[in-house]
């Protein structure tokens, strides 16, 4: 039997990362490096670097919701990185590397605000403003197959963080 499979999208930063990270969540069967939310069809890598296409750098994630659910992979990712930078993730600095949700159904637009609000009340973010985005997906667009698995082919790896 085939196993039921659900999309989500994330943009959190570099995409390598992003992407490294989620392909170790349990249950998670594929993630796909690419662009979303911009407004100019099929962009390159260069293009989005010099912020003509309003594109963020995201991560398309092909999960078992049997094994892992949205709400889950919501929470790995404000683990697997800082959602109060705006525009930027550590060095990387430009609105590709905006913290993003990409919602594809309105189910997950709403566990993923609702998400946004639960963590906003928590010890972590109390002092510091949560300002990913969140809206419905538009259309994704694979990066350049240079990107796909970048770190397990060229070395450097981003672990699961613990907590």
């Known amino acids: 039997l085939p196993v039921k499979t659900e999309t989500a999208y994330f943009a959190g930063g570099c995409f390598w990362g992003v992407e490294e990270r989620f392909q170790q969540v349990p249950g998670v069967l594929d993630a796909v490096s690419g662009y979303q939310g911009g407004t ?16 963020a750098e995201t991560v398309r994630v092909t999960f078992d919701p049997a094994r892992v659910t949205y709400r889950q992979l919501l929470e790995w990712f404000f683990k697997f990185h800082d959602p109060t930078q705006l525009n930027r993730q550590g060095p990387d600095v430009g609105t590709q590397y905006r913290s993003a949700i990409f919602a594809a159904n309105d189910e997950q637009l709403k566990d993923a605000r609702a998400c946004i609000d639960e963590l906003s009340k928590t010890d972590r973010f109390r002092n510091r403003k949560i300002v990913t985005v969140v809206e419905p997906a538009k259309p994704f667009y694979e990066a350049e197959e240079y990107h796909q698995d970048y770190h397990a082919r060229h070395g450097g790896s981003c672990p699961l963080p613990t907590r």
């Not at 100019?40 to 309003?54: I, W």
């Open 40 to 55: 100019t069809s099929r962009p390159t890598y260069k293009q989005v670097c010099a912020d003509q296409t309003g594109h």
